[in-house]
Nanobody, 116 residues
Framework: QVQLVESGGGLVQAGGSLRLSCTAS????????MAWLRQAPGKEREFVAS????????YYADSVKGRFTISRDIAKNTVYLQMNNLKLEDAAVYYC?????????WGKGTQGTVSS
């Protein structure tokens, strides 16, 4: 049974930082592209960042470039999202995603709240 468990969310002031973690089990971690997406109240879920397993390339939404960093620790089956210089508009539930050609798995999400 595949599980993706996110952690690290919380409340932070604007300009602060959070580090999200997503630990995967039940899958061969290095065979999946790992991604973070987020959903704010009343908005659709949107792409934030991804780490491609095949070549290690990373991709970011324009809104987070230069502030967020995605990384992967294969030994720990964990993907991280380091979020710096947080803005009010970054407040959302952040979801971890593992995808391959045939599979697509989601975590339950972790809440990130940014206060002014």
């Amino acid at each position: 049974q595949v599980q993706l468990v996110e952690s690290g969310g919380g409340l932070v002031q604007a300009g602060g930082s959070l580090r999200l973690s997503c630990t995967a089990s039940g899958l061969t971690f290095n065979q999946y592209t790992m991604a973070w997406l987020r959903q704010a109240p009343g908005k659709e879920r949107e792409f934030v960042a991804s780490h491609v397993h095949k070549d290690g390339n990373t991709y970011y939404a324009d809104s987070v470039k230069g502030r967020f960093t995605i990384s992967r620790d294969i030994a720990k089956n964990t993907v991280y999202l380091q979020m710096n210089n947080l803005k009010l508009e970054d407040a959302a539930v952040y979801y971890c995603n593992a995808n391959s050609t045939n599979d697509d798995y989601w975590g339950k999400g972790t809440q990130g709240t940014v206060s002014s």
